[in-house]
């Protein structure tokens, strides 16, 4: 799936109150810059992280995006090797 | 009111892993740079891989992880780092804003004492309900001083949950105070030497009734080093003991009779593990040998008969030794009663002093006692007998786990075992044994109400017939409840028909259950079983979820796979 898709997709769902990646991680820019805009109103959100993307430091810039929303009462994080899971772009 | 959120973290993988490492410190980064409110944090390592279970690590060559720093604000009510500690970690506590006096915690779980002390004195532990340190595993004097501080909390009976470890320590001793009126104290542990003078039963006055006008008991579990000197002691209030609703004693070596007491206190136990071992004693006091005609020198405990929920557990690594901690108990009441005492100490009569005969017989003893709705049996060295499994007709067993080795010829033995035993209450089956065995039809074809069917069989070969056998059965007519079907083997007859099979039963079930779970296959380690994967519903069976209810004691082993739910898949008060 392209990059605007899951995005227009994802869009869809703006009163969202619970995420939950499940075995899908989300890209980095959905994750860093987006998620704030994609979902306004999240207050729960669960995110399985991988070592691909603690290595592109990806992990620091997901914290820093968590720490901007701030009606986020419950942050959930898997980190965990990648073992066969999809990825969205 | 601004919110306080929850931080949950899971770590993937044990910390022998080099990644599980890299997740660690960037969790504990990411935590000290948090800038919300937040009131809960928990950093848990979540599953285990099968071979993993009774993981031993040698302590004192573990390598060393280096320090990691936690920084904390004082909205902070919940502090969870739980794992196994495979490496030295210098964990350093500390508090984010320096004008706040300590921080108040409800919870406190951590994965090995802090090296310096004030990473402890930022915590006010008074108000503290849970305390876990099950995970700590140490034998460093002033590490174990530390350990000690931080259960002095327990004294302050605001602690619902308690569980620390014992395995390097090896041996705890029981101490039983009894206070008569004139407030005189009277000791009485287990290893007592046969030259000392002991109390006698006229001493003490019996029937021993837990009374306030007449004798306040108290126990306390003393914790020895190798070299027999007490660490320190563990308060066992009465008033305490009677509302525990789970107990854990699975890392406690020890044979007494005061145990008695304690089992008899136990009113609203709900689940007990423990290694069978526990249950036996030798009465020092008396000897029957004379009066009552029984082939053994020791009793067993009777268990309190409204428990539901038993697991057994022992990490025995060759069930032919002799107990020798027992024996040696056995030889001082030889001794002491030697002129009436009349057994004789032939091969014969050590043999009921094994390991192995002491399992077979407690298992035994077991059933004829109680009518138990969950049991678990996690013995991997020891090899089942069929007749380990006499439960009475009319039981009320609704799941049944065993980890232990299962002969090859198990299936000869099953109608047998049919037989004698109807499970018509059984829900959930699970079976784990690591060597081989014939997996044939009759494992389950009398299991017809059953829910959840999970044999791991890793040296286990599945034959053609058996395939066809589940094929021809494996319907929603005949299993009707059925959510779960694994089969883990090391090897299988043909895999077209596997296959085959596979498609068949999911047409079969996935229309009327959507979320139904069938999977055979050859076994893949980084799998988790229902058994070792924390977030199962099943561990809530034996293991009471976190409530105002309940009340646990837990004295494990550290690196031994607890039935326990993960902390954060449970509500903590708001």
């Known amino acids: 799936m392209i990059v605007a898709d899951i995005r227009r997709l994802l869009s869809n769902f703006r009163s969202l109150v619970c995420l939950h990646t499940g075995n899908v991680s989300l890209s980095k820019s959905i994750l860093t810059n987006d998620i704030q805009t994609l979902f306004p109103f999240l207050k729960y959100i669960t995110l399985l992280i991988s070592l691909d993307d603690i290595k592109n430091n990806l992990f620091q810039d997901i914290c820093a995006s968590l720490n901007q929303i701030k009606q986020l009462e419950y942050i959930s994080l898997v980190l965990q090797d990648r073992k066969g899971e999809n990825r969205i772009h | ?574």
């Open chain 2, 1 to 574: 009111m601004k919110n306080k959120i929850y931080l949950i973290i899971f770590l993937g993988g044990c910390l022998c892993d080099l990644n599980a490492r890299m997740y660690l410190r960037l969790a504990c980064q990411y935590i000290s740079n948090i800038t919300s409110e937040y009131k809960h944090i928990s950093i848990e390592e979540n599953g285990y891989e099968i071979k993993n279970r009774f993981l031993l690590i040698d302590i004192a060559e573990k390598p060393s992880f280096g320090s990691i720093n936690v920084s904390l604000i004082s909205t902070l009510k919940h502090l969870i780092i739980s794992f196994r500690s495979m490496l030295n970690i210098d964990l350093i506590l500390e508090k984010k804003d320096s004008k706040i006096n300590k921080l108040q915690l409800q919870t406190l779980v951590l994965p090995c004492i802090p090296s310096r002390s004030n990473s402890i004195d930022i915590l006010d532990l008074n108000q503290l309900n849970i305390l876990d340190i099950g995970y700590v595993n140490t034998k460093n004097r002033i590490e174990l001083t530390r350990l000690d501080e931080i259960l002095l909390s327990h004294r302050q009976h605001s602690l619902r949950n308690l569980t620390i470890s014992l395995s390097e320590w090896q041996s705890a001793r029981l101490v039983v105070i009894r206070r008569n009126e004139d407030n005189k104290q009277t000791t009485n542990s287990v290893f007592e030497n046969c030259f000392d003078d002991i109390i006698t039963p006229e001493e003490i006055e019996k029937p021993i009734i837990f009374d306030q006008s007449n004798i306040i008991n108290e126990f306390s579990l003393e914790f020895l080093d190798d070299t027999q000197s007490s660490i320190f002691q563990l308060s066992l209030n009465y008033s305490w003991l009677n509302k525990l609703t789970n107990l854990n004693l699975t890392g406690i070596h020890c044979h007494s009779i005061d145990f008695k007491y304690i089992f008899d206190s136990l009113y609203s136990l709900r689940s007990l593990s423990l290694s069978p071992c526990l249950l036996f004693y030798i009465d020092q006091f008396e000897c029957y040998c004379q009066t009552i005609s029984t082939s053994h020198p020791y009793q067993i405990h009777l268990l309190n008969k409204n428990l539901l929920s038993l697991n057994l557990v022992s990490n025995i690594s060759n069930p032919k030794e002799l107990c020798s901690i027992f024996h040696e108990q056995y030889k001082l009441h030889s001794i002491r009663h030697s002129s009436i005492h009349q057994h004789l100490n032939n091969d014969n009569f050590q043999l009921s002093f094994q390991y192995e005969y002491l399992i077979h017989y407690s298992i035994q003893q077991i059933f004829q006692t109680l009518d138990l709705h969950h049991l678990s049996i996690r013995i991997p060295n020891y090899e089942f007998h069929i007749d380990d499994l006499n439960i009475e007709k009319s039981n009320h067993l609704q799941t049944l786990v065993i980890d232990v080795k299962i002969p090859m010829t198990f299936h000869i033995k099953l109608a047998r075992l049919y037989s004698i035993n109807s499970f018509n209450y059984l829900r959930r089956f699970i079976l784990i044994s690591e060597n081989n065995f014939e997996l044939t039809p009759l494992l389950i074809d009398r299991f017809h109400t059953l829910e959840i069917i999970e044999i791991i069989s890793i040296n286990s070969h599945l034959n053609r017939s058996t395939i066809n056998y589940l094929e021809k059965v494996l319907k929603p007519n005949n299993y009707p409840n059925l959510n779960t079907f694994r089969f883990w083997i090391g090897s299988v007859d043909a895999k077209h028909l596997l296959k085959h099979l596979h498609k068949t039963i999911r047409l079969a079930f996935e229309k009327l259950k959507p979320a139904f779970q069938f999977d055979i296959s050859i076994i893949n380690q980084t799998r988790k079983c229902i058994l070792y994967d924390n977030t199962h519903e099943i561990h809530q069976d034996f293991h009471s979820l976190l409530s105002i209810h309940s009340n646990q004691l837990s004295i494990i082993y550290p690196n031994f796979l607890n039935y326990k739910p993960l902390y954060s898949e449970q509500k903590f008060d708001k």
